[in-house]
């Protein structure tokens, strides 16, 4: 069975640049959660979505939006990229909201120069 | 606020050392406790997950305790091998409508042969 998939693996972009993020959630789970981890920080969360509903929002500004598709795979998308954008995204995915196991993937390296 | 706290923030010990890392809790209402492994550059590997209603659970070397009246957790390594080296992070479900994850900082293991 594949696990969480996430692409691209690396990403460099520069400043101001938007980013599309994805990911695709292990096979019959429906819950897709997006985190930030910045070097030597535990991981922040951004977004939860459960059927492709957003179930919760972390503090993140306007600029970072996400959706989930019908097949519960889901985009992360972050607009007018700042420096302090770098970090390392995560996303999990569970077959409930909250209740169980969270699965990762592997992440995606952003840099933003 | 939830606030989720590990003790130590690094540890190095010899190969075979039994050991146990430590994790607190502000807020006793969670759904349930995660502690989960990251090696260098890597997503998270989930280990052990506690139910709020649970005491402990088990997996091979692992053991993870939970007392959600005190706020506290600890994840015991028995037997610890140089495999074992990564960084150690516990993070909690908040009981909230958010059910987001909470996470503490990790604890950075070096196992050396």
């Known amino acids: 069975d594949a696990g969480v998939t996430q692409s691209p693996t690396h990403l460099i972009k520069t400043r101001g640049q938007h980013v599309t993020l994805r990911c695709s959630p292990i096979s019959g789970h429906k819950s897709v959660s997006w985190y930030q981890q910045v070097l030597g920080q535990g991981p922040q969360f951004i977004f939860q979505?459960?059927?492709?509903?957003?179930?919760g929002r972390g503090n993140f500004p306007d600029r970072f939006s996400a959706r989930q598709f019908p097949n519960y795979s889901s985009e992360l998308n972050v607009n007018a990229l700042l420096l302090g954008d770098s970090a390392l995204y995560l996303c999990?995915?569970?077959?409930?909201?909250?209740?169980?196991?969270?699965?990762f993937g592997s992440g995606t390296q952003l840099s933003v120069l | 606020k939830q606030e989720v706290t590990q003790i130590p923030a690094a540890l190095s010990v010899p190969e075979g050392e039994n050991l146990v890392l430590n994790c607190s809790f502000t807020?006793?209402?969670?759904?349930?406790l995660q502690w989960f492994r990251q090696d260098p550059g890597k997503g998270l590997t989930s280990l052990l997950l506690?139910?709020?209603s649970q005491r402990e659970q088990t997996s091979g070397r692992l053991n993870a305790s939970l007392d959600k009246s005190s706020g506290r957790s600890t994840l015991y390594i028995a037997a610890s091998q140089p495999g074992d080296s990564a960084t150690y992070l516990c993070a909690v479900t908040d009981a909230g409508n958010n059910r987001k994850l909470i996470w503490g900082l990790g604890t950075s293991l070096a196992v050396n042969p």
């Open positions: 506690i139910q709020s």
């Open positions: 807020d006793s209402a969670i759904y349930n």
């Open positions: 999990a995915s569970s077959r409930d909201s909250g209740k169980e196991k969270l699965f």
């Open positions: 979505y459960y059927e492709k509903e957003e179930r």
